[in-house]
């Protein structure tokens, strides 16, 4: 008998190795029968600040997911103040962005966004990775001003704030509407499963995963149709893709390093230990 695994996405574009271990069978080949959700189902309007609020948190605290995608540093931030489940690896791809202003700002470069407000998805994987950009480029923490939005890129185009921080299809509609880059984001996800997923079902998923990657690295072609499917096809060709790396295990050094980012910055009270919040195996 397939056990049923219930996922919720994170992002459809940066999720696809998901959605091709679903059509081509490759979870059904581990015997898992994987229910896939794309989207909050209350779109923007459920990317409230409050992250325990958010669609997939309130459905993994209650039971009704299994397993999800998330930014590497929030599945620590979930798995510890939420209560329940652990991180099994980081996530099948480098997640793409930017940092976008409107096509009429002064702003040239990322060292101009000192104490500029910029509109970011609070505690999300745009919200730190434009952290490590701004203090890359010498911006000092105390002096980045982020703004939660639940839309943030009408944030940046209505005028509510200076900059955005995007991911596709954000950043492609964000071109047409003659918004620039600032700047490119980068992170990784890691996957958050429940209690309930033991060793032999996560290693049968991140099996899956991984020929889900192979996959996509041979069709280039339906890759980016895959990839950048919210977007029509004419922008599509330009569209910002993820890098394929597959999953990976979680390493202590690398879980330690985020850990002391994240406590330096206020986003941890504490320090967890690796083995509270990450399944080795």
């Known amino acids: 008998m397939m056990r049923t695994i219930r996922l919720q996405s994170d992002s459809n574009a940066h999720d696809r190795p998901w959605r091709v271990a679903v059509e081509q069978g490759f979870f059904a080949d581990e015997g898992l029968k994987v229910e896939y959700f794309e989207d909050n189902p209350k779109g923007a309007a459920g990317r409230v600040q409050d992250f325990s609020r958010r669609w997939k948190e309130s459905q993994l605290q209650k039971g009704a997911l299994e397993v999800y995608p998330v930014c590497e540093w929030g599945a620590i931030e979930r798995v510890q103040a939420l209560g329940g489940g652990k991180i099994i690896g980081l996530d099948t791809t480098v997640r793409t962005g930017a940092l976008m202003v409107r096509k009429d700002s002064k702003i040239n470069a990322v060292g101009e966004l000192r104490n500029v407000p910029i509109a970011v998805t609070w505690h999300a994987g745009t919200f730190y990775a434009a952290i490590e950009v701004l203090e890359s480029a010498g911006v000092p923490f105390e002096e980045i ?7 943030r890129l ?60 192979a996959w996509l690295r041979e069709n280039d072609e339906r890759s980016r149709d895959e990839v950048l499917r919210d977007l029509p096809p004419d922008q599509r060709r330009s569209g910002l ?8 295990a979680y390493r202590p050094d690398e879980f330690k390093e985020k850990v002391n980012w994240m406590v330096q910055r206020g986003f941890l009270t504490t320090a967890p230990e690796y083995s509270e919040v990450v399944r080795s195996k």
Do not use: C, Y
């Not at 893709?241 to 990976?248: A, R, S, Y």
């Open 145 to 151: 001003k982020l703004v939660h939005a639940n839309d």
């Open 154 to 213: 009408e944030a940046l185009l209505s005028g509510t704030t200076e900059a955005a921080a995007l991911m596709e299809p954000l950043v492609s509609r964000a071109f047409k509407a003659g918004a620039r880059k600032i700047a490119d984001l980068r992170w990784r996800g890691g996957i958050v499963a429940g209690d309930g997923v033991d060793t032999e079902t996560a290693e049968k998923l991140r099996r899956a995963l991984n020929r889900a990657i």
């Open 241 to 248: 893709m993820p890098e394929l790396v597959g999953v990976d």
